[in-house]
């Protein structure tokens, strides 16, 4: 496994944990053999959440990685809040905040030190939120390894 083996690195280790596939799926038990037939009337599918790995990440994979997680959400008047408390619960070192609808053009990178919106270069025609989230993670897991280190 890519984590248990990143171990060694401690605090040089990055996770960027871009985002997640889904928070639920189907069973496999659940799932039909053949294709559904459309004649065969209304279907009813029950979904399963994911189990959170986050914890697991922090606390027995590589529990001195430098860990960023994203949160999105499609309301931005809980967005924040649920950032914190992902970084307070998963004890994340940041967590990147995107509204689903401005993702491309801003986030905000939510740290235990405050907020700091990041957002895509305007003049630049083809720029992206990206380049610049990137730069900032790095100048704080850079600023996270001098603090490990002395």
Request: hydrophobic fraction near 45%; glycine fraction near 4%; aromatic fraction near 6%.
């Amino acid at each position: 496994m890519v984590a248990t083996s990143l171990r060694v690195l401690g605090p040089h280790a990055m996770f960027y944990l871009a985002a997640a596939v889904s928070d639920f799926y189907v069973p496999w038990k659940s799932m039909a053999e053949h294709k559904i037939q459309s004649g065969s009337g209304p279907l009813d599918m029950s979904l399963v959440q994911v189990p959170k790995m986050l914890a697991v990440l922090r606390k027995e994979w590589a529990p001195f990685a430098y860990c960023i997680s994203f949160k999105l959400e499609t309301d931005k008047n809980i967005l924040l809040k649920k950032a914190d408390m992902a970084l307070s619960k998963y004890k994340m070192h940041v967590v990147v905040a995107n509204e689903l609808l401005t993702r491309k053009e801003e986030v905000v990178v939510v740290t235990g030190d405050g907020k700091v919106p990041v957002c895509r270069d305007k003049t630049q025609v083809d720029s992206d939120v990206e380049d610049p989230l990137v730069k900032l993670l790095v100048e704080k897991h850079s600023i996270h390894l001098e603090d490990s280190c002395s």
